[in-house]
């Protein structure tokens, strides 16, 4: 059993009853957060790329839980050199086990740097926990080995970004999601701001006209259980 809590924007919470992981904690500032920084106490943080709107509650959260943290290989260095004590940084292709799970670091096409200025590659998560896959794309761009990350593994959840500007449009997401072919799709990073404003009705009709895939659409705070 899964519990996958959307906290606003692209931060996710994950617990199978045991254990918890977050994922790019993005409260403060955040005009979407469903609760603030210091109301979660993860064991594990995991992290697609350095930018604001996913590093912003990372090493606050980390320094006061001492949970895991886990990202590319430039950011686990700056925060490792910035006091964090359980950094662990693959590089794109790796996989690190945590208690109750692994993740598998996987390609997304954006750019990544962190508020301190370290650049690196942007990255998605592949996410076994509690006896589930699940796919955070990070923020990306469509791209053709989203094909082969979905014959690869075997996704229940992919955690998918829509909201345009930054990352894949509505139209681009759907045929993002007909490539990797989830059983199950829940749309993030869209409207927390204006520019990335669209529609989510409308994303999950043509997912859901055109795939085998479901779409969850998520309130932020609300639940979705495995
Ligand atoms: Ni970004
Ligand atoms: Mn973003």
């Known amino acids: 059993m899964t519990d996958i809590r959307f906290l606003g924007h692209a931060t996710f919470e994950l617990n199978d009853g045991s254990n918890s992981v977050l994922i790019d904690p993005f409260l403060t500032g955040n005009p979407a957060?469903?609760?603030s920084a210091d109301e979660l106490s993860p064991d594990v943080i995991l992290l697609t790329h350095g930018h604001g709107d996913h590093f912003a509650d990372l090493v606050p959260i980390a320094k006061r839980t001492g949970a895991t943290v886990i990202t590319m290989l430039e950011i686990a260095d700056e925060l490792t050199g910035d006091g964090l004590a359980n950094v662990i940084g693959p590089n794109i292709g790796g996989s690190v086990d945590f208690p109750g799970g692994s993740v598998k670091l996987v390609p997304a096409w954006h750019s990544s740097s962190t508020p301190k200025g370290t650049v690196s590659t942007a990255t998605g998560l592949i996410v076994r926990f509690g006896g589930a896959t699940i796919y955070h794309l990070g923020d990306t761009a469509l791209f053709g080995d989203?094909?082969?990350?979905?014959?690869?593994?075997?996704?229940?959840?992919?955690l998918v970004p829509i909201g345009g500007f930054f990352t894949m449009d509505p139209d681009d997401a759907a045929e993002s999601v007909r490539l990797i072919g989830p059983r199950?799709?829940?749309?993030?990073?869209?409207?927390?701001?204006?520019?990335?404003e669209v529609d989510v009705e409308a994303f999950k009709a043509e997912v859901e006209a055109n795939t085998a895939s479901t779409v969850i659409v998520l309130e932020p705070g609300e639940t979705h259980t495995l």
């Not at 990350?149 to 229940?156: L, Q, T």
């Not at 199950?184 to 990335?196: E, L, Q, R, S």
């Open 33 to 35: 957060a469903a609760v």
């Open 146 to 158: 989203m094909e082969l990350i979905g014959r690869r593994h075997e996704i229940d959840v992919a």
């Open 184 to 196: 199950a799709v829940i749309p993030c990073h869209y409207n927390t701001f204006p520019v990335i």
